[in-house]
């Protein structure tokens, strides 16, 4: 009988899960190894239905740390500004397809902005086409650079950038000047690095 794909992938995952167990066991010390450990459990036990779930699990809390670990790109409050906290979540980003997100909202006297950062989503993918193509980039707003990047300022106002697997959005209330004072702020080469 031919396994469903999803559970080919979840049975891999039990697999470099024993290899790296094997390798480093006081790494698997919290509740992402837990998860793994139960899984392999079950999996040994042929119990396939538990295997997957305890995987899911697993994935989440990956997908949790890994939106925690986007939150450090967003940059502190810069000088007459206040922010808010920083802000992640790795199950909004379904609405985007999938993914991880981080946000944090500033304030400058009665604007805002928020800065949001999404990697590992499909959108990504397919806006790729998109910001490597100037004249249709065009079509959305302003095109310019920033930091050897290409960025968009939309006719909605927002700001957005693409950088490899993660794309930056800006929106608010504050205007260009301030947005891009915050896009200033970001450091889009450690962002473009992003592998979480």
């Not at 997100?101 to 086409?129: C, D, F, H, W």
Request: proline share 3%.
């Amino acid at each position: 009988m031919t396994l469903p794909r999803f559970t080919r992938a979840s049975l891999m995952a039990v697999l470099v899960a024993l290899a790296l167990g094997a390798a480093a066991p006081a790494a698997f010390a919290d509740d992402i190894g837990d998860a793994i450990e139960e899984a392999r459990r079950a999996y040994r036990a042929n119990d396939l239905a538990a295997a997957k779930a305890a995987l899911d699990v697993a994935s989440q809390l990956i997908a949790q740390r890994s939106a925690t670990g986007l939150s450090r790109f967003l940059p502190a409050a810069p000088a007459g500004w206040t922010a808010g906290e920083a802000e992640t979540d790795a199950s909004a980003a379904a609405m985007f397809g999938g993914g991880l997100i981080a946000k944090r909202r500033y304030s400058i006297g009665s604007r805002e902005a928020t800065v949001q950062v999404l990697a590992n989503s499909p959108l990504i993918a397919q806006m790729a086409p998109l910001f490597s193509n100037a004249q249709l980039l065009g079509t959305m707003g302003r095109v310019f650079r920033v930091k050897g990047k290409t960025a968009v300022l939309a006719r909605d106002g927002n700001i957005q950038v693409l950088l490899g697997r993660t794309l930056v959005t800006i929106e608010g209330s504050a205007n260009e000047q301030e947005k891009r004072a915050l896009l200033d702020a970001l450091d889009l080469v450690a962002i473009e690095g992003f592998n979480g």
